[in-house]
């Protein structure tokens, strides 16, 4: 399974009831007495075409000793730690309750990102429950009939952005496989000659004469005991000057290279400065997602050295504003000088593009920057924004839970972005905040 999914409440919610909806099997005991289920219970599940696990928990009661009920609360916490989402059901046939809210501030100083769910919505019941579940603090609930299978095209959209893609794991399964590292650039500066100093021996073809690699060629190996896939990828020229057919291919496959990286140095040549297309190539590997780090290339042969770094941050700063603090390394790669320096800004920089953000830390942060500066004015109502969650890593992903009274303009998104990025401590990787708006639960209802 991509995930795995927690279904967290106090008793008597309807846990059950979803979690055999989900697995499309009866496998958790359904009863209206609360307490039924006592230990984790663990299936595969879907919706449509996600797949995911999923782990239905014992009812949540607020005890602490080493009581029957104490210690289906420590299998729940566990469940939380396993979980890369969970899902924390009310009943809004009922409304809030005092366990409601006590739990609620738990989750909420978990790491675990939550969605809240409003269970047993089916007809208008539910509507005033599932307004009153705002004061949580969870976000935005998400209206769910578990006994009848209504909302679940909803949970689907709200579960959609956990899925791993291929290639892309959590933190610990990163660490197993091979980081993807791509050395990119125009042709002749220096990318295979780089890759040959780094592996130690003359794997790739090198030579004055520009576009000497035609495909994007990966070598496996090791840095302090780190596996890593290194790919020298074929040189990036404007497109007016791509012409012949099998250039065409060898740039549309360094294109690929980008899109599958973590990863991705861009080798520039110090004599021939830093160009649109130098800035063009890099504004393609922050689009794309990826980390990014710049090599200058032929360093020895530089006599003006500040003034050539000066020239190269300053050009930085205006055309990628978006990422802020992209390392910048000098070397040589014929002569190796320097080239130590590289890697560990590779390992740097990869550490920032998988870094993830505690939901409640994330939010005490969130209520200072809306404090310093709040949302726009929108309809004649200031926007409300209710809530944050970091939805994934590698780019660190933001979901921003708001009012749907108008849209959140780019300038206050960037200064959203530039806030995480300082506060934070994360320069040079992408960031992505995505606006989620929610619809009035009245419009329509007659």
Same mark, same amino acid.
């Given at each position: ?78 469940? #939380? ?14 409304? !809030? ?25 089916? +007809? ?28 679940? %095209?909803?949970?689907?959209?709200? #579960? ?29 500066? +220096?990318? %295979? ?131 802020? +603090? ?5 070397? %040589? ?74 849209? #959140?303009?780019? %300038? ?20 992505? !905040?995505?606006?989620?708006? +929610? ?8």
């Amino acid at each position: 399974m991509s995930f795995t999914v927690a279904i967290i409440g106090r008793p008597n919610v309807g846990k059950s009831t979803l979690f055999n909806r989900l697995v499309g099997k009866k496998l958790a005991l359904v009863d209206d007495t609360p307490g039924v289920t006592r230990d984790r219970r663990e299936g595969d599940a879907n919706i449509s075409n996600l797949k995911f696990k999923v782990i239905d928990t014992a009812g949540l009661e607020e005890k602490f000793d080493d009581s029957m009920e104490g210690r289906m609360r420590r299998q729940t916490e566990v469940a #939380l730690e396993e979980a890369d989402v969970a899902l924390m059901l009310i009943d809004a046939r009922t409304g !809030i309750t005092p366990l409601d809210k006590h739990f609620a501030t738990w989750l909420r100083k978990s790491k675990t990102p939550v969605i809240l769910v409003a269970n047993k919505c089916e +007809g208008k019941s539910g509507m005033p429950g599932l307004m009153e579940s705002f004061s949580l603090g969870l976000g935005e609930p998400l209206a769910l009939s578990a006994e009848h299978g209504e909302g679940l %095209s909803e949970l689907f959209d709200a #579960l959609l952005p956990f899925e791993k893609q291929e290639g892309e794991e959590d933190e610990e399964g990163a660490e197993e496989k091979p980081l993807q590292l791509a050395i990119v650039g125009r042709p002749n500066a +220096g990318k %295979s000659t780089l890759v040959n100093y780094l592996i130690g021996e003359d794997r790739m073809l090198t030579g004055p004469e520009a576009g000497m690699t035609r495909d994007a060629i990966a070598v496996e190996w090791e840095f302090e005991g780190r596996a890593i896939r290194l790919v020298d990828t074929a040189g990036l020229r404007r497109k007016a000057r791509v012409q012949k057919k099998l250039e065409k291919l060898s740039v549309a496959d360094s294109l690929r290279v980008i899109r599958m990286a973590e990863v991705v140095v861009l080798m520039i040549d110090a004599e021939e400065t830093f160009d649109k297309q130098d800035l063009t190539i890099a504004a393609h590997v922050i689009e794309e997602g990826r980390a990014l780090v710049i090599a200058v290339n032929k360093w020895d042969k530089v006599t003006d050295r500040q003034g050539t770094l000066k020239l190269i941050r300053d050009r930085l700063s205006i055309s990628l504003p978006q990422v802020r +603090g992209v390392p910048v390394v000098t070397l %040589s790669a014929l002569s190796g000088r320097g080239v130590e320096n590289l890697l560990p800004k590779v390992m740097e920089v990869y550490g920032l593009w998988n870094k993830r953000i505690p939901t409640s830390k994330l939010n005490r942060w969130l209520e200072v920057m809306l404090e310093q500066h709040p949302p726009p004015m929108a309809k004649g109502r200031r926007l409300k924004i209710r809530y944050m969650t970091q939805v994934k890593a590698r780019p660190p992903t933001f979901s921003l839970f708001m009012s749907a009274r108008g849209e #959140l303009p780019e %300038s206050y998104l960037r200064y959203l972005v530039n806030g995480l990025r300082e506060d934070f401590k994360m320069p040079a990787v992408p960031i992505r !905040i995505f606006p989620r708006t +929610g619809k009035n639960p009245y419009v329509d209802k007659g």
